[in-house]
């Protein structure tokens, strides 16, 4: 298998893997952020706030896996 | 439904075009810039490199001439409601007045009082980067934050302000204290070595982490409806049509979610790190 059957191969699968790390942890964030705001709907808009900087973050690393394959995906030619 | 129709003819204009022009010089099949298989992800078509053809400083610069012509809008606009300004609004002073009542009631809630002295900059950031988000999914449109620089340009503003925010509220010693984890007793004082680099590459990491973030979201986005606009014109290739099937449509409505969602987030952090550096939190 030469370099760039390789490159194409694992780029997608790459992105995949960061992907479901990310749904779960963003699966856990928000499920908590909707059973606070269930709980206590009075104090919805701060928790929506924290939510979404949260949900940013975790996203992010996703984003990295993107950009990694942006980056890379002109070598495969 | 029309943008989407328009956007769809447009690529197909474009794919064809080349090919077009090469039955008719004879050149045989070198392909377009956007038939080609192995330049990157896919394009839609924009104003500029329809008016340049691809070449010169005007196809190079297109994300700057896209970005400086918001900006003049917004320079424009803002000029405009300022001047004409009357104490019982019009309809036009209204609705700019409700935006930013909008956006200071929404910083409000994280930056307390001082959120007058910050509105400025990080409304006016929310609605830059808004309008550059939306601008890729209008026809013959181009979304200036698909190229990195122009992303990383606004990280690095976001980060020097931070930085002179923290230096002008703490004063030069404060803030040094501040990087260093603001030592109190004899336990902190040993865990300076460790907390101020912590502290310094944190500071560092948060204009790359704002940069890409915008940059990835905006460039998946633009290449997803792209790459779905591709596939409309290729479902219908066999009959030569030049107008796809309108595949787009839904991740039209997710790419208007997804630009709204990155400018408030992209608002937000810069909000927080801001808010960070200010003297009267207690962490």
Same mark, same amino acid.
């Given at each position: 298998?030469?370099?760039?059957?390789?490159?194409?191969?694992?780029?997608? $699968? /790459?992105?995949?893997?960061? +992907?479901? =790390?990310?749904?779960?942890?963003?699966?856990?964030?928000?499920?908590?952020?909707? %059973? !606070? $705001? /269930?709980?206590?709907?009075? +104090?919805? =808009?701060?928790?929506?706030?924290?939510?979404?900087?949260?949900?940013?973050?975790? %996203? !992010?690393?996703?984003?990295?896996?993107?950009?990694?394959?942006?980056?890379?995906?002109?070598?495969?030619? | 439904?029309?943008?989407?129709?328009?956007?769809?003819?447009?690529?197909?204009?474009?794919?064809?075009?080349?090919?077009?022009?090469?039955?008719?010089?004879?050149?045989?099949?070198?392909?377009?810039?956007?038939?080609?298989?192995?330049?990157?992800?896919?394009?839609?078509?924009?104003?500029?490199?329809?008016?340049?053809?691809?070449?010169?400083?005007?196809?190079?610069?297109?994300?700057?001439?896209?970005?400086?012509?918001?900006?003049?809008?917004?320079?424009?606009?803002?000029?405009?409601?300022?001047?004409?300004?009357?104490?019982?609004?019009?309809?036009?002073?209204?609705?700019?007045?409700?935006?930013?009542?909008?956006?200071?009631?929404?910083?409000?809630?994280?930056?307390?009082?001082?959120?007058?002295?910050?509105?400025?900059?990080?409304?006016?950031?929310?609605?830059?980067?808004?309008?550059?988000?939306?601008?890729?999914?209008?026809?013959?449109?181009?979304?200036?934050?698909?190229?990195?620089?122009?992303?990383?340009?606004?990280?690095?503003?976001?980060?020097?302000?931070?930085?002179?925010?923290?230096?002008?509220?703490?004063?030069?010693?404060?803030?040094?204290?501040?990087?260093?984890?603001?030592?109190?007793?004899?336990?902190?004082?040993?865990?300076?070595?460790?907390?101020?680099?912590?502290?310094?590459?944190?500071?560092?990491?948060?204009?790359?982490?704002?940069?890409?973030?915008?940059?990835?979201?905006?460039?998946?986005?633009?290449?997803?409806?792209?790459?779905?606009?591709?596939?409309?014109?290729?479902?219908?290739?066999?009959?030569?049509?030049?107008?796809?099937?309108?595949?787009?449509?839904?991740?039209?409505?997710?790419?208007?979610?997804?630009?709204?969602?990155?400018?408030?987030?992209?608002?937000?952090?810069?909000?927080?790190?801001?808010?960070?550096?200010?003297?009267?939190?207690?962490?």
């Amino acid at each position: 298998m030469d370099f760039q059957s390789m490159l194409s191969l694992s780029l997608p $699968i /790459g992105v995949g893997i960061a +992907a479901i =790390g990310s749904g779960v942890g963003l699966g856990r964030a928000v499920g908590s952020a909707m %059973e !606070a $705001i /269930g709980r206590q709907p009075e +104090a919805s =808009g701060k928790i929506q706030t924290a939510m979404i900087i949260g949900a940013a973050l975790i %996203e !992010a690393l996703t984003i990295y896996a993107l950009v990694v394959f942006f980056i890379l995906q002109g070598k495969i030619g | 439904m029309v943008a989407c129709y328009l956007q769809t003819l447009c690529l197909g204009v474009v794919k064809w075009a080349p090919s077009l022009l090469a039955v008719a010089t004879g050149e045989g099949e070198n392909g377009g810039e956007h038939s080609g298989g192995h330049e990157g992800p896919p394009h839609l078509p924009n104003l500029i490199g329809l008016i340049t053809g691809g070449h010169g400083w005007a196809a190079e610069w297109v994300n700057i001439i896209f970005a400086f012509s918001v900006s003049v809008f917004f320079i424009i606009v803002a000029g405009r409601v300022y001047a004409n300004r009357k104490l019982i609004p019009g309809p036009f002073q209204n609705a700019i007045e409700m935006l930013v009542e909008g956006m200071y009631n929404f910083l409000r809630s994280v930056l307390g009082k001082d959120a007058r002295k910050y509105t400025p900059f990080l409304g006016t950031l929310f609605f830059y980067i808004l309008t550059m988000n939306f601008l890729g999914m209008i026809p013959f449109g181009h979304s200036p934050s698909t190229s990195i620089n122009i992303t990383a340009s606004m990280a690095i503003c976001v980060f020097i302000y931070a930085q002179y925010t923290g230096i002008s509220r703490l004063g030069i010693v404060g803030y040094i204290d501040h990087l260093a984890g603001q030592p109190r007793n004899v336990i902190s004082w040993c865990l300076v070595p460790l907390l101020f680099p912590m502290h310094i590459i944190g500071e560092l990491a948060k204009p790359f982490s704002l940069a890409l973030r915008l940059f990835g979201n905006i460039t998946g986005e633009d290449v997803l409806i792209a790459a779905f606009v591709a596939l409309g014109l290729s479902a219908l290739g066999f009959i030569g049509s030049p107008i796809g099937l309108p595949f787009n449509i839904p991740f039209i409505f997710l790419g208007i979610l997804l630009s709204t969602i990155q400018a408030l987030v992209f608002t937000l952090l810069s909000t927080v790190y801001i808010l960070m550096m200010l003297p009267n939190e207690d962490h």
